[in-house]
């Protein structure tokens, strides 16, 4: 079946401006979660989603960083006036409800700010 | 708070040898334990995971994991690794309580022919 999608998988934008990257997840899935992967290092959480309601947003860095997910399905995460820090690859994952669900996870949209 | 350890940044093992890749794990109550793989330029990929129970967890790939509390760890291991098997490797601990699921800064493991 599909897996998780993201797009763009590539962005590439100037510092100061705006960008959007959309979470497409696994159709059932209830929880939806964001990472940050610098290089070199391991997945950074961001925020998690059960439904429409973000439940934990702890790992936002600032309130550049925002994101939103209306329906309960797609999702996008949005960063305003983007600095050169925020260059990583954005990782959505999906999952069922539950501690022991594992995440399944797209292939990333690596955001390169200049 | 919870966090995982992963001591070695790499780990290089010939074909046919016995693979194992360190983690440490601290958190508040049970904990659920993962381990994924990431090949270059994907997301990552789960391997398996420990809810309770045995102790040895079999999972994807011929990959298995030793949960051991006593020692808060949560080794990941291979009888006979595979040159297919280099990758990075990250293991990751979530409450049983919450959702977040924190991962360590990751192995790279290279298996050389």
């Known amino acids: 079946g599909a897996g998780v999608s993201q797009t763009p998988s590539n962005k590439v934008t100037e510092k100061g401006k705006y960008v959007e990257l959309r979470c497409d997840p696994i159709?059932?899935?209830?929880?939806l979660y964001w990472y940050r992967q610098s290089l070199g290092q391991g997945p950074e959480f961001l925020i998690y989603f059960q439904g429409t309601g973000a439940a934990d947003d702890s790992g936002l860095p600032n309130d550049r960083f925002f994101a939103v997910r209306p329906e309960g399905s797609v999702s996008t995460l949005k960063i305003q006036r983007t600095e050169r820090g925020d260059s990583a690859v954005y990782l959505c994952?999906?999952?069922?409800?539950?501690?022991?669900?594992?995440?399944?996870f797209g292939n990333g949209t690596r955001l390169t700010v200049t | 708070a919870q966090s995982v350890a992963q001591p070695e940044d790499q780990v290089n093992v010939a074909e046919g040898n016995p693979l194992t890749v360190k983690c440490t794990y601290s958190?508040?109550?049970?904990?659920?334990l993962f381990w994924y793989v990431q090949y270059p330029n994907r997301g990552l990929q789960f391997l398996l995971k420990y809810i309770t129970g045995d102790n040895l967890v079999k999972g994807s790939y011929g990959f298995e994991a030793e949960f051991n509390k006593s020692q808060t760890s949560f080794h990941l291991k291979k009888p006979s690794a595979l040159v297919s098997d280099s990758a990075l490797y990250f293991c990751?601990?979530?409450?049983?309580?919450?959702?977040?699921?924190?991962f360590g800064g990751g192995t790279r493991v290279l298996v050389k022919p």
């Open positions: 990751a601990v979530r409450q049983a309580a919450g959702n977040k699921l924190t």
């Open positions: 159709s059932g899935h209830t929880a």
């Open positions: 958190v508040s109550g049970n904990p659920y």
């Open positions: 994952a999906s999952s069922l409800q539950g501690p022991n669900s594992p995440l399944h």
